[in-house]
């Protein structure tokens, strides 16, 4: 999964640029992938999900893309808001069992 | 739509007391799970119901016990709480198995044991 520790990795952006947030998956049975995106004082929301049939899925403003080759899972975020500001985290799907990695700060300047 | 509903918002229990955790849901989902989330880390299952009537442990159950009341509520007991126990708890529901649906979470009940 992704890094696990006190301090979450950290992405600062322009606003209105592109984001990049990756994720290295762990379990190569893993079929059912999801990106959380989790504001502060609140839940996760889910923001949208990939199938291991496909190596992209495009949202209202992201994408996701998976290669299953090297187990690497990323969300691209087209032109950056301030109300992107959050904390992203994948979620991989292995026989029914969803585990989560510890997330992204994304942080947009104005 | 209220989606997930947890009660209390935030908690502060003294070592050795116990309290229970409170969560409905009204998307007439099957499956509800409780998760501890803790600085750095990512969420941890600790119960989960995949229907009503059933429940099962998860990564972390110890010092910790679920029951799933209905189809609608599930909730989270600490019998005897103790400060390892100090963590954000989120519960969840889906519509049917981890392998083919996301999860609505609530907005968490936030616990710290002194």
Same mark, same amino acid.
């Given at each position: 999964g992704e890094n696990v520790g006190l301090h979450l990795p950290t992405l600062s952006v322009q606003e209105g640029d592109n984001s990049i947030i990756n994720c290295a998956y762990s379990n190569s049975a893993s079929d059912y992938f999801i990106w959380y995106k989790q504001e502060s004082g609140k839940g996760p929301q889910f923001i949208i999900d990939i199938r291991s049939n496909m190596d992209k899925r495009q949202g209202q403003r992201v994408t996701v893309l998976l290669n299953k080759t090297v187990k690497h899972l990323s969300l691209q975020i087209a032109a950056?808001?301030?109300?992107?500001?959050a904390v992203y985290f994948c979620a991989e799907n292995a026989n029914n069992d969803m585990r989560f990695g510890a997330g992204t700060r994304l942080t947009v300047k104005p | 739509n209220a989606g997930v509903t947890q009660t209390p918002k935030f908690q502060v229990l003294k070592t050795g007391q116990s309290m229970t955790l409170q969560c409905a849901q009204d998307? !007439?989902?099957n499956s509800m799970y409780w998760y501890r989330q803790d600085p750095g880390m990512g969420l941890r299952l600790i119960y989960y119901s995949a229907s009503e009537g059933t429940t099962d442990k998860g990564e972390v159950p110890n010092g910790y016990n679920v029951s799933r009341? !209905?189809?609608r509520e599930f909730s989270l007991r600490l019998e005897s709480a103790a400060p390892s126990q100090t963590s954000v708890y989120f519960c969840a529901s889906s519509e049917g198995p981890a392998a083919y649906y996301g999860y609505t979470f609530g907005s968490g009940t936030r616990l710290t044991v002194v």
């Open positions: 950056t808001q301030p109300g992107d500001s | 998307m !007439n989902h009341l !209905n189809k």
